[in-house]
């Protein structure tokens, strides 16, 4: 990784735009997911982020900066302009260097010394948006199937930033038939365009939010709706109520683990018979980073560590089987640009609410009597998934105990 301090800063740029289509091309191409603009005083600092890690890519004269955004803001179609609101929308770049499409989701935000941009890069890889490659155990994938064969009711992806909670509940899209049911979505902003499925942009300057088009769709007559997320009481309302009348809804909410999802909908005044009534499944979810296949070697877990590793394993495997567990690290290589990682592993958590949690849930139970009980009828925790993910030879110890 580069040291700030020996990166010269950049006076001159002869063509803009060819800066910029290098920019694009070179965050595509180290699989970076997001590009910082940020300004400084006396420089424009460039950053990728890859696998949750900053890397630097340049650092250009402060006196590029209305240059840079308004060629930004022309490419995503914002006000040119406007430098004292924040602005959002997506630029379709066409990498003739990689031969893709991406959709890059722009942002911009007023600082000090000028703005701030940051540039999520959407790509619109198929592969991904499938319930079997987004690394779900077997015994995990067999029950959220048995949850998908149900007619209505809620499932939630509960995330923190940046979990990839829009590839799962689009894999989740994709394991139905479009033309077979009505299918229709509310995102914001739109990400992967699918075939056959009505796809909404919601744009609250013209006051269509969520909530607003919750109550236009239903009159739709849909089968399937997803709601890009659930942020207040009434949108949580309007989803409980859809999937009371026969729909089935999906959506994400911002929460840390699967049960603490059941107390933040109480938190937003949500009635606990509403929840139990309602709410089927609950997915939670981190990345974890991917070791190398080419430079991981196995080596010998420490006593400290095994022990560890029986505490958190031993609701679903007994001290022999956990023994006879293998783990790996890493050397690094060539292949990984001597990161040792390449790219990233889902972790899951995956809460079922079946009968035996509706007691618990009307007695106004805690986030950690329904974990607990949860555990007691086999669900396989987060920190349990990352484990046996590294025991997997996926990812690596140091990367499942980050959970924690």
């Given at each position: 990784?580069?040291?700030?301090?020996?990166?010269?800063?950049?006076?001159?740029?002869?063509?803009?735009?060819?800066?910029?289509?290098?920019?694009?091309?070179?965050?595509?191409?180290?699989?970076?997911?997001?590009?910082?603009?940020?300004?400084?005083?006396?420089?424009?600092?460039?950053?990728?982020?890859?696998?949750?890690?900053?890397?630097?890519?340049?650092?250009?004269?402060?006196?590029?900066?209305?240059?840079?955004?308004?060629?930004?803001?022309?490419?995503?179609?914002?006000?040119?302009?406007?430098?004292?609101?924040?602005?959002?929308?997506?630029?379709?770049?066409?990498?003739?260097?990689?031969?893709?499409?991406?959709?890059i989701r722009l942002s911009t935000l007023p600082t000090v010394y000028w703005?701030?941009?940051?540039?999520?890069?959407?790509?619109?890889?198929?592969?991904?948006?499938?319930?079997?490659?987004?690394?779900?155990?077997?015994?995990?994938?067999?029950?959220?199937?048995?949850?998908?064969?149900?007619?209505?009711?809620?499932?939630?992806?509960?995330?923190?930033?940046?979990?990839?909670?829009?590839?799962?509940?689009?894999?989740?899209?994709?394991?139905?038939?479009?033309?077979?049911?009505?299918?229709?979505?509310?995102?914001?902003?739109?990400?992967?365009?699918?075939?056959?499925?009505?796809?909404?942009?919601?744009?609250?300057?013209?006051?269509?939010?969520?909530?607003?088009?919750?109550?236009?769709?239903?009159?739709?007559?849909?089968?399937?709706?997803?709601?890009?997320?659930?942020?207040?009481?009434?949108?949580?309302?309007?989803?409980?109520?859809?999937?009371?009348?026969?729909?089935?809804?999906?959506?994400?909410?911002?929460?840390?683990?699967?049960?603490?999802?059941?107390?933040?909908?109480?938190?937003?005044?949500?009635?606990?018979?509403?929840?139990?009534?309602a709410v089927k499944m609950i997915i939670s979810q981190r990345l974890a980073k991917r070791i190398c296949k080419h430079?991981?070697?196995?080596?010998?877990?420490?006593?400290?560590?095994?022990?560890?590793?029986?505490?958190?394993?031993?609701?679903?495997?007994?001290?022999?089987?956990?023994?006879?567990?293998?783990?790996?690290?890493?050397?690094?290589?060539?292949?990984?640009?001597?990161?040792?990682?390449?790219?990233?592993?889902?972790?899951?958590?995956?809460?079922?609410?079946?009968?035996?949690?509706?007691?618990?849930?009307?007695?106004?139970?805690?986030?950690?009597?329904?974990?607990?009980?949860?555990?007691?009828?086999?669900?396989?925790?987060?920190?349990?998934?990352?484990?046996?993910?590294?025991?997997?030879?996926?990812?690596?110890?140091?990367?499942?105990?980050?959970?924690?």
């Amino acid at each position: 990784m580069k040291d700030i301090d020996d990166i010269k800063i950049k006076k001159e740029i002869p063509d803009v735009i060819n800066y910029i289509d290098n920019l694009f091309d070179s965050a595509i191409t180290d699989d970076a997911s997001d590009i910082h603009i940020e300004s400084l005083k006396n420089y424009l600092l460039i950053r990728f982020r890859k696998d949750w890690d900053f890397i630097i890519f340049d650092k250009v004269s402060i006196d590029y900066a209305p240059t840079i955004t308004t060629r930004l803001k022309v490419l995503s179609r914002v006000k040119i302009d406007e430098s004292k609101k924040p602005q959002d929308w997506k630029i379709a770049y066409i990498s003739t260097k990689k031969n893709i499409t991406v959709d890059i989701r722009l942002s911009t935000l007023p600082t000090v010394y000028w703005e701030k941009v940051v540039m999520r890069i959407l790509r619109q890889d198929d592969s991904l948006i499938n319930i079997e490659t987004i690394w779900l155990l077997d015994i995990t994938l067999e029950r959220v199937k048995q949850a998908l064969k149900s007619k209505y009711w809620i499932i939630l992806v509960a995330w923190p930033t940046w979990s990839w909670k829009s590839t799962t509940l689009f894999s989740i899209i994709k394991n139905f038939n479009p033309l077979e049911y009505n299918i229709s979505t509310l995102e914001d902003p739109v990400e992967y365009n699918m075939d056959f499925v009505n796809q909404s942009q919601i744009r609250p300057e013209i006051w269509y939010t969520f909530a607003s088009w919750l109550r236009s769709l239903v009159r739709q007559d849909p089968d399937i709706i997803m709601v890009w997320e659930i942020r207040d009481k009434e949108t949580a309302l309007l989803s409980i109520e859809a999937a009371l009348t026969w729909h089935l809804v999906l959506s994400t909410i911002h929460t840390n683990s699967a049960s603490s999802t059941i107390q933040r909908l109480t938190n937003m005044w949500i009635e606990p018979f509403l929840i139990s009534s309602a709410v089927k499944m609950i997915i939670s979810q981190r990345l974890a980073k991917r070791i190398c296949k080419h430079c991981k070697k196995e080596f010998r877990v420490d006593e400290i560590i095994r022990e560890k590793i029986k505490s958190e394993l031993n609701d679903i495997m007994d001290n022999e089987e956990i023994d006879k567990l293998i783990f790996y690290k890493w050397i690094w290589c060539e292949y990984c640009k001597w990161t040792w990682y390449k790219w990233r592993v889902w972790i899951h958590e995956v809460l079922i609410l079946w009968e035996y949690l509706e007691k618990s849930i009307l007695s106004s139970a805690t986030a950690n009597e329904i974990h607990k009980m949860a555990k007691k009828e086999w669900m396989i925790t987060i920190i349990q998934d990352a484990i046996l993910k590294a025991a997997m030879w996926n990812t690596t110890l140091d990367e499942a105990f980050k959970l924690i």
